[in-house]
């Protein structure tokens, strides 16, 4: 069976369950975060089969991500390290601003080595990865250009959301090294933003400019917007669905999933994007990061524009 | 003194204090729910007097709706039944969207039968129906014909709110149903889509339509659009008061409350309207199904412009 | 791979979070119980595998049921019924009291049918029955006793927890089908008071009047007294570990989940007893009915002594 | 050192945290209350020095706000009284609507007397001075002319915000008492109505009615609408920022300490307007009186855009 | 039929949820204290009818309380007054300890006068007065000596809870007045301390001594202890019902009502006692004021010796 | 005037407020914790001068740990870090365990180095290390060294609790490292197990033996046991106050704080061990680690007896 398989880091995500300064929250959740889980745990809400691999501490928190990643039917492939498992705090100052903070430098999860990466990638025909992962460790940037390699080795498709983060290093740093990847992608995800920071400032074809360097489906996903695509030469274009934002992060893995999902049932392109567009509107409508991940029947439940009852 | 009888199903009522999936969701309030309570409690804050007629379960839970019941100052006709008090759990699984589903079948409330009507109705100048409990088992369907029949046999006067729900019969099965209560009934509430289950697609004339079918002051609610009636044959238009929405169920019951509290106190027609689109209004601010029946003061001191200090 | 069949009714509950009437209890909890699914999920904590069938609504409690014992592990085999998801309600007026109620006559779970039972157990070497699934229905009842005929005809070994449950029939009722069941089983487990219930007044040897009935392996637990058991002819007593109890409602089912899941895997009599009598234990220090149920490592990292830091 | 000092009545706070009738709010948050003590939190919290002056009760709310005062960096000056320290109760019956409830009189807060301001006044180079405690009580109302005359007579600039409040006294009461402390006043703050409670009906042109009563820096502050000064004979009009509202308490009190820590710092007008302008409109994006004053840091960081992550 | 009256201040209570310093308290739930309403509630509970009056606020605590009463079935005659609704403030700041503080001076309730009382003590046939009345202002203590000797003129029984409250006045200044209102009392309750206050160091046998006074039923009620007491010339000691505390206020006013109740009915003194035992035992397993007084079929169903499932 | 300084390693802390799994724990509270700025903060509570240096992350968490030791009055040189503020992750599986997972390796507060030290140590007559820091680091190793010889070397005394954590390092490790530090102190704190790592199997005497390294100075605490010390060669032995545990976390702490404040103040051998058992047992009721440190006023009224009304 057509499968996908990713690997990163999977923080434990502690979020503010009230609005204003963090010494004045009451309480706060505890969920997961990570791109890649976010992406596993979206294409197996959407009906395909996913596995994760990664490194988590020997504490409670890596305890609990990895039942709650098998919980949601990803095959979990969890490497027990002797560091702590890394944490999120999240919280709004204002009803206007969210801040997230990484407690993470030298977490289990950033110790990920090539030799972490099984030979087989788990029998995927799809590998996923991002530009976080590079920029935790030097083993950890080696380890995903492993993988990739791996998989074009063995005619694995590799698809590659750039996801820059400036808190984890510069433009100067990363620009280099997310350029690399995406040359050996064939599935490639960019905000116009880190486009920009691997093509330059391209014009405006910033989907064309990135296909250029080798991807044949680029798709430029563009918040409230929506996105703008080149699939196997073929441009598109797609306006977001209109929806109330409650937490706008999150927007971006749904859509993944909901491009990479279509992709492993065999979909035909538009209905990719649209199954995106979809998945990422319905994941700014609910709070926390991987909760908003839709389900194949609440993607057909929802109509975007009432309330139901 | 002028009073309102109604007979039907109070339900107990989860409801999610987050939005999410129904697990990820940490806590839930507990209130009651039922459509007919729901007028007699609001014509009870607005100054009306009212007595409700119903079964619940030898359950916590029926012990709880007799005792809110009670505590609303309505005249509360409690039968206790072996079966169990039905429950409705609600949730919204994003921000834009709202869940409930009901457990009542064989519920003591469905379990209501002829016998359990007084044949004098409490002393009620007004019986309030609703097409809600004919839905519910064929005993509560004759028990419903046989109250509309006690009170037109002895002058008191009918209302009935067709509240039409799809989960409980088809609308082949209930069409009939429902228009042989509106024949039934002197004051007659409808949505636009209720109006046309019975009255087929009758031009855009509801109001007059629904009239032809014998009662002589019918409402046509419509949501953030307002209403339109025909009261003793004048038609009459009211657009909705503008307010911010913060759950929209409930509406439907606080209007009617608001009009038929309106009718006992024997106010004029568009008074009564006025009332009952100033209740609706009230009620979608306020989370919660019977905690937004506003009271008489409540609706004077309501600015529906400003954050009062 | 030997593992565990068992069919039943699966509810979800709402718990509340504090003492006091259930009106002015503010938040509730929602969770799932059932005696057969709790002792599947246990036993899957503690390393066995476990296979759950039932009915469920089409409702979201129906969905969530199915989502968190998926989560869990165990291989769900849920029938979705067009009758609703049973629930039920605890709360605590006092301190020291508890009470439950079932909202759950004529709920999908209750509407079990012995065609519902596959022929090949799903492969499973033991069989897990519980005396609450024959007072549900007429059909549920036949599905069990089909269950338990289909197991012995095919070399399965059966177990059954006698569970009675005075809320859902009489002694009277109850007696001559638990008794029945009974002696269809290889593994019975009782409370002093439901032994009576079908050995009658046996003087104090209840492991032995049991036993005689035809199971092998007879187990008697009797709360914060421990166990007393008659296993492959051996007489065995075990006290309870000294625990500070939070919530009393769980331990039986973890219990059985102790027991079984040892006997899966082929532990020797004492070391089963041993093991029922931890996890029993293990239960009645943590809230709610399946969230007590211990894990292997759990287990023995539990030192019923003391706060570890 | 430049530094403010302010004479006042600081409250308990309980806030509901859930929209409906108050028997219907689960639970209550506890936080500080009192316009002058704001301010001087906020000054604070923008980098200025400010000592903060009034009598508190002897009881568990006296205790909390001295050391919540304490905590934030304010110099305070608690003088214990026998009576009761004041409480606030706040709560939203709708959606739209939010009451305030004062149970205040007589309580500590309310009996400061002119033996309680020292001569120095604790050094500071500006006395701020609101129109809520002249109407608390007689001995209340000489102390705060006493600490208007007291600052005049050592050079001491006077700042005076108008705040009038209709639950403590009439308009008819409180416009000449207003009136006589303005003329005091070296920076005065009002809003429309407050300003022609003292000037009249003036004409548009309030800033400069009010600057004819003495003050050489007015500021007229207009909610949404932004706000009006003259500074120093300069005539100024900025409008507010396009912020979200999630409650509106507290923007005046944000806005008066943006004000004077800017003038404490020894900034131009312009920019004090700014800060002012900047800090009101960060103050309605946060739930909470106090909660929602913001740092310099807080202020430099917030975009007013959009969600930073 | 016999019902009894009862005067009094009530006053809107805020509880700290959790346990620690009242800063760190994250949520604080709303409810009613005062023990006259407590008592009347509690009589109602118990089959009974009562009506309480007192003074409330035009606030929102003073609508609650009005409503709550009325909820709970008790015939309320409040006055609205100008002044504030006064509160109480409860908290722990240990696992140990449990400080309430009174914002109630001046307030509404405190300014009862005798003019209030009803010259036919709404009907009652007893009449239930504190020693917390007396205490709180001039006019207060005028209107208790008022409604005792109404009732007394007319025939009325007079029950006096002594209720000493040294956070309201000193024991020199209590002793005189509650002595003076012992000696009109029919009914008398006390705690030992109590008692010595108004009897002096009399021996150990204070049910006599203070029988001396007047009163031909004497209670003295004595926490974990249980009670004495002189009924009719009668001696009688109970012990109280062994329970699990959860939260020692509000057994006083519960064992009042139990006692109270029980007379109404006509119950002799062992049956009397024994119910105010039992409702004593069942407040303390109750968190709240108010919460924990019993209904007739709470107490019926209260094993208080196991949990029951 | 006579202060304390200490250093060393203050984390955010987020602590479950529910037993269970830590995925069905719904919320959590947010503190801060580490043993030296507890010291700092129980210091200061009880009427001391305390400083607390050390690194912070620039991040919400850092932000907030310095705001919250500012609002105790602990006088904070906090130096930010360009790594992460570590966290802390406790819950309770059961009612009977806690688990405090470390999230900590290379956070800034790990980062600490000789360099950071004063060479005035703040001005302080007393300086307060703990074996925590040592393990963090080799340079926060060397820091706490060059802390403890600037502090011999200027003649301020050198206070040290040996507070082994077996997460951060071996038995083997640390003994060497925390005999050569206590060979440093003047005021030496042990639990017996820390005795024993660093004496040997000394007999019974630990004091004594702990004495014979140097301290003048030596306490053993031992939870309910009570402590046993040998101060300025004069043993003494103090029995724990008996009070029931609510989080036996902090105690240690709370202890040394009271002993040290008791020693800044200048009071003798046995009321610094009094009040050092009376804070440690107070501690000890109150859920959090900082939350439970008492103030003196808080201690004064204790009755550790009863609850108080
Ligand atoms: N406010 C929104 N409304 C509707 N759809 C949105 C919204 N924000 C994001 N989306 C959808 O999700 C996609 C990804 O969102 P985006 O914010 O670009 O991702 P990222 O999280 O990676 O920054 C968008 O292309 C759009 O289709
Ligand atoms: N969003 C809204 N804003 C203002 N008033 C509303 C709103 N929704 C409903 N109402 C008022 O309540 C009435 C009943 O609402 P509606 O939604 O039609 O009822 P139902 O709950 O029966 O569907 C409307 O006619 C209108 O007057
Ligand atoms: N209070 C307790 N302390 C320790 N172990 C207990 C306690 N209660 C139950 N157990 C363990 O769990 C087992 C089953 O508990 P029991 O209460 O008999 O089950 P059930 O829930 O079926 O009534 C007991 O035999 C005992 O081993
Ligand atoms: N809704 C808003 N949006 C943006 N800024 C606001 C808003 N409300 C108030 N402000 C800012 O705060 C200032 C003071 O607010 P205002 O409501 O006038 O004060 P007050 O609380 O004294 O009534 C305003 O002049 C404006 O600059
Ligand atoms: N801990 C307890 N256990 C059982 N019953 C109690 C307990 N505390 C009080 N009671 C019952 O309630 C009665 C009144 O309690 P008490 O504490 O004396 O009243 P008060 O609240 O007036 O001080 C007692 O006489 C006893 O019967
Ligand atoms: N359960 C308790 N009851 C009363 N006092 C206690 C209790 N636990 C600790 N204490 C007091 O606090 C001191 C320190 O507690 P301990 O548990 O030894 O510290 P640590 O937290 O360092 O392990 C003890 O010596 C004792 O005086």
């Known amino acids: 069976m057509s499968s996908l398989f990713t690997v990163g880091e999977t923080m434990g995500l502690f979020g503010a369950l009230a609005i204003g300064r963090i010494?004045?929250?009451?309480?706060?959740?505890?969920?997961?975060?990570?791109?890649?889980?976010?992406?596993?745990?979206?294409?197996?809400?959407?009906?395909?089969?996913?596995?994760?691999?990664?490194?988590?501490?020997?504490?409670?928190?890596?305890?609990?991500?990895?039942?709650?990643?098998?919980?949601?039917?990803?095959?979990?492939?969890?490497?027990?390290?002797?560091?702590f498992t890394g944490?999120?705090?999240?919280?709004?100052?204002?009803?206007?601003?969210?801040?997230?903070?990484?407690?993470?430098?030298?977490?289990?999860?950033?110790r990920l080595t090539p030799a972490d990466i099984?030979?087989?990638?788990?029998?995927?025909?799809?590998?996923?990865?991002?530009?976080?992962?590079?920029?935790?460790?030097?083993?950890?940037?080696?380890?995903?250009?492993?993988?990739?390699?791996?998989?074009?080795?063995?005619?694995?498709?590799?698809?590659?959301?750039?996801?820059?983060?400036?808190?984890?290093?510069s433009r100067f740093d990363a620009a280099p090294v997310l350029r690399d990847l995406a040359t050996r992608a064939d599935v490639l995800f960019a905000g116009p933003d880190e486009a920009e920071l691997i093509v330059g400032a391209a014009g405006t074809d910033l989907p064309a400019a990135l296909a250029a360097l080798g991807p044949v489906e680029v798709v430029v996903k563009d918040g409230a917007r929506g996105c703008t695509a080149l699939l196997d030469g073929v441009p598109a274009k797609l306006p977001a669905l209109p929806v109330t934002v409650v937490d706008p992060v999150g927007a971006g893995d749904a859509f993944v999933a909901g491009y990479l999902a279509a992709r492993l049932a065999g979909w035909a392109a538009p209905d990719r994007l649209r199954q995106a567009v979809a998945a990422g509107a319905f994941a700014v409508t609910v709070p926390g990061d991987c909760e908003g991940l839709p389900s194949t029947s609440e993607l057909d439940d929802m109509s975007f524009v009432d309330v139901r009852r």
Chains 1, 2, 3, 4, 5, 6 share one sequence.
């Not at 809400?45 to 409670?60: C, E, K, P, Q, V």
């Not at 009803?95 to 999860?109: F, I, L, P």
């Not at 460790?137 to 400036?166: I, M, P």
């Open 23 to 83: 010494e004045h929250v009451a309480s706060f959740g505890f969920g997961i975060g990570g791109a890649e889980s976010n992406v596993a745990i979206g294409v197996t809400r959407l009906g395909g089969a996913a596995t994760w691999l990664g490194r988590l501490g020997s504490d409670a928190t890596g305890d609990m991500i990895a039942r709650r990643l098998r919980a949601e039917g990803v095959h979990t492939m969890d490497i027990r390290d002797e560091s």
């Open 118 to 169: 099984p030979s087989d990638l788990a029998g995927a025909s799809l590998l996923h990865l991002t530009g976080i992962t590079p920029a935790l460790s030097d083993s950890a940037r080696a380890a995903v250009f492993h993988a990739a390699e791996t998989a074009r080795a063995s005619g694995v498709a590799v698809s590659f959301d750039l996801n820059y983060r400036s808190k984890l290093w």
């Open 87 to 110: 944490l999120m705090v999240k919280h709004r100052r204002t009803g206007e601003t969210m801040q997230v903070d990484y407690h993470r430098a030298g977490s289990a999860g950033s």
